[in-house]
């Protein structure tokens, strides 16, 4: 099986991935050879995606010098004014970062397609995305009507009892612990899912959730620590299939009741994605400073086309192709400044919308944790990964048995 990552230079500056590989690989269903077989060892399991990008997409680009500046809000007074002309700079260099990017992609990758071979099955993500999030609606119900007891696998003698002052039957929430080094099915309200290796899945807000972590003896220190916060976002807003906040302040004061310095590792990182907005930037270097974290390395993922093209146009003021991966450290001593940050590419053609690559193996890689060997927690997540904690209110989605398909050696052979 390919890995999911397709091309990599040589100090791992830019690379090209594969999507729905990495969150195949980072299930632990990869790991086994083919020919072994086991109940759930999942060795020739594929996750269904959409089909590939094959043209980009048309934005409506501003035309007028009018339109430009109202789209860039250049009209800002001073210190916003600032903001909005900084903003414009590190846009403009970040650009000739992924023009290069995609140049040194276009020699070595050449004609070939820009992502692996996909399982697709027509209107049947969209149908089950719709189902989960409806479904999870009226589970904000879920917590009115819906009891722990009627949930199987959950550890409340395993974990929740040593939590004297966690009111478990106000708290909402389920608990999964997968203790088995292969995945295993297990059934939350109606539906069943898979459940990596070693993994822990918390389902519910993080609101009511957040008494898990109030007890700092039965949390492990995490080395990696990711999350993708529900930043406001015009265009999921309209679409409606995906929770999100309706203003930063929302999303800060949510980040701020999680106790990140208490649960993180020594040496371990925070990943935070961010959109492109100036306001959530600032909000993201304001957390880190507050969990006193500097910011090491920022990682641009570029969204192409099978052929390589961005999905819009790099320099678009309407919609960016690219979306921003924060990654911060305890640093003794010494201040960085914006120039000592490390920048890195991820090229790779988009799946769904809420879907992005899984860090697992790129954060292992690069900051040398061996798995096994560590502990991670991601946070508002959509599905499990072998070895982690995952915790978020669909942080089953797309662990959903719907969402994967099984195939025979011979038949997963000829797809790849």
Request: charged share 25%; aromatic share 10%; hydrophobic share 35%.
């Amino acid at each position: 099986m390919d890995s999911h990552i397709l091309y990599q230079n040589i100090d791992s500056t830019v690379l090209l991935v594969d999507i729905p590989r990495s969150i195949e690989e980072a299930q632990g269903f990869l790991q086994l050879p083919l020919s072994q077989s086991h109940p759930h060892s999942d060795c020739q399991r594929r996750l269904v995606s959409i089909k590939p990008c094959e043209i980009p997409y048309r934005t409506p680009e501003p035309k007028s010098l009018n339109a430009r500046r109202r789209c860039c809000c250049l009209r800002g007074v001073g210190e916003e004014r600032e903001i909005i002309h900084a903003t414009i700079i590190r846009d403009l260099i970040l650009e000739r970062y992924l023009e290069f990017a995609l140049e040194e992609l276009r020699q070595s990758v050449g004609r070939k397609e820009w992502c692996l071979d996909r399982v697709t099955e027509k209107g049947m993500l969209e149908e089950n995305i719709e189902n989960y999030t409806s479904n999870k609606r009226s589970s904000s119900s879920l917590n009115d009507n819906h009891t722990d007891e009627e949930s199987t696998p959950f550890k409340r003698e395993e974990f929740d009892s040593r939590i004297p002052n966690f009111d478990l039957q106000s708290s909402r929430y389920y608990f999964y612990q997968n203790k088995e080094s292969v995945s295993t099915i297990i059934s939350h309200m109606g539906c069943n899912y898979y459940l990596p290796p070693l993994s822990t899945t918390i389902i519910g807000s993080i609101q009511s959730t957040i008494g898990v972590f109030s007890e700092k003896e039965n949390i492990p220190q995490f080395s990696i620590i990711t999350a993708d916060p529900p930043w406001p976002n015009r265009s999921a807003r309209r679409n409606g299939k995906y929770r999100i906040s309706n203003n930063i302040s929302e999303v800060e004061n949510l980040l701020l009741t999680i106790p990140i310095q208490h649960h993180q590792a020594a040496n371990g990182i925070m990943a935070i994605w961010i959109t492109n907005k100036p306001k959530i930037r600032s909000l993201a270097l304001k957390l880190f400073d507050q969990w006193g974290l500097s910011v090491i390395e920022e990682w641009i993922w570029l969204k192409v086309t099978v052929s390589g093209e961005p999905i819009f146009p790099i320099s678009s003021l309407w919609r960016k192709p690219y979306e921003l991966l924060l990654i911060g450290r305890k640093v003794a001593t010494v201040i960085l400044t914006e120039s000592d940050v490390k920048r890195r590419v991820l090229v790779g053609v988009p799946d769904l919308h809420s879907r992005k690559p899984n860090l697992k193996g790129l954060l292992e890689k690069e900051f040398g944790f061996g798995p096994g060997n560590y502990t991670g927690l991601e946070i508002f997540a959509r599905n499990s990964t072998i070895g982690w904690w995952s915790w978020g209110f669909e942080a089953l989605m797309f662990q959903e048995l719907r969402f994967w398909k099984n195939f025979d050696d011979e038949k997963l052979e000829n797809r790849l």
